[in-house]
């Protein structure tokens, strides 16, 4: 209930009227709105606009859609809110804040899911893609429009170097919120502390955490290497951003119009996937080399046996073999 009065009230402050933001017609055409939780300039915003100039320049202008990053709209769960509510159209969201409302995407926080970047595309852009899309829709009311990446995520804390899994033993670390993440912390040794994005930094300033995790690209656009200068790459998980999108906003499109939003959804998570990982190279470049934070290198082999058995953990809990079945298979 408390979701559901946040993202309401966040709807009207943000909008005159929910009418005019969802879905408006008029002689302007169609005006969407599309939120994030990242700043202006983080690929995931830079994939946001590219998306936006794709749809208007294939409607012809019929179709605007606004950006809104750095959160807006509302934190991430309250924009999935909005979005089964229809007071937002669009939103771009890691699973792990969907999952709560879709149970399928839960499983994706599993570490060590994908074996390389062929894998990640085999999965979201074929059967297994669609098969979330019609999950979405059936159990809250929104579309998976196509899947971007955070490209893989690497720990930050700003007690010490991190080379042993040893190292995590007692270390309080800021988790997304989904059992899988609790999971995969508590298996290396650490103590996983749910935490809104938007904390993460005053925490870490404050001793309220030690440490987080993210892609390098997010670290650098939030600072938080002021107050975690010990990076480990991880390389635990590569995090599914969804590009959702509300059905009953689907529902005002035409079918040439939602077949035309689809296609460019597709075409901008692929020049995201590439673009994140010429980001995220840059940016753990830049930290060590501007900001001196110090890069250790990590025991990859003794974190992957401690994290794959958690996937299946996962699955049985969530009663998700058959697809994390899929998953192994599409990387084979």
């Not at 300039?41 to 950006?67: M, N, Q």
């Not at 059992?179 to 300033?205: K, R």
């Not at 309220?208 to 993210?214: F, K, M, P, S």
């Not at 953990?313 to 084979?332: P, S």
């Amino acid at each position: 209930m408390s979701q559901t009065i946040g993202a309401l009230a966040v709807a009207v402050a943000i909008s005159a009227t929910v009418a005019a933001g969802c879905g408006g017609g008029g002689g302007d055409g169609i005006r969407l709105r599309l939120g994030h939780d990242q700043p202006a300039g983080h690929p995931y915003d830079l994939a946001a606009t590219e998306f936006a100039r794709g749809v208007e320049a294939a409607s012809g202008g019929a179709i605007r859609i606004a950006v809104f990053p750095s959160a807006q709209l509302g934190d991430s769960a309250e924009q999935i809110e909005g979005l089964h509510l229809g007071t937002l159209d669009l939103a771009l969201a890691a699973f792990s804040h969907a999952s709560q409302f879709c149970t399928e995407l839960g499983l994706f926080g599993a570490p060590f899911l994908f074996e390389d970047e062929r894998h990640f595309a085999a999965v979201f852009d074929g059967e297994i893609g669609d098969e979330l899309d019609r999950a979405c829709s059936r159990r809250y009311g929104l579309r998976l429009l196509a899947t971007l990446t955070s490209g893989d995520r690497v720990f930050f804390n700003g007690r010490r170097a991190v080379e042993r899994v040893t190292d995590f033993a007692g270390l309080k670390v800021r988790v997304m919120g989904g059992e899988a993440d609790a999971l995969t912390w508590q298996a290396f040794g650490a103590i996983p502390v749910p935490m809104p994005y938007s904390e993460v930094y005053s925490a870490l300033q404050a001793g309220v955490i030690d440490g987080a995790e993210n892609e390098p690209v997010s670290m650098l656009r939030n600072r938080f290497y002021e107050a975690a200068s010990h990076i480990a790459p991880t390389r635990h998980l590569v995090l599914p951003m969804g590009l959702f999108i509300s059905d009953q906003t689907l529902g005002r499109l035409s079918e040439a119009q939602r077949a035309m939003l689809r296609a460019r959804a597709r075409e901008t998570a692929q020049w995201e996937r590439t673009q994140m990982a010429e980001q995220n190279a840059a940016a753990l470049a830049e930290m060590q080399q501007r900001h001196g934070v110090k890069i250790s290198q990590v025991d990859a082999a003794a974190l992957r046996e401690k994290g794959r058995p958690i996937q299946d953990q996962v699955a049985g809990k969530l009663h998700l073999e058959d697809l994390l079945a899929k998953i192994r298979a599409a990387g084979r």
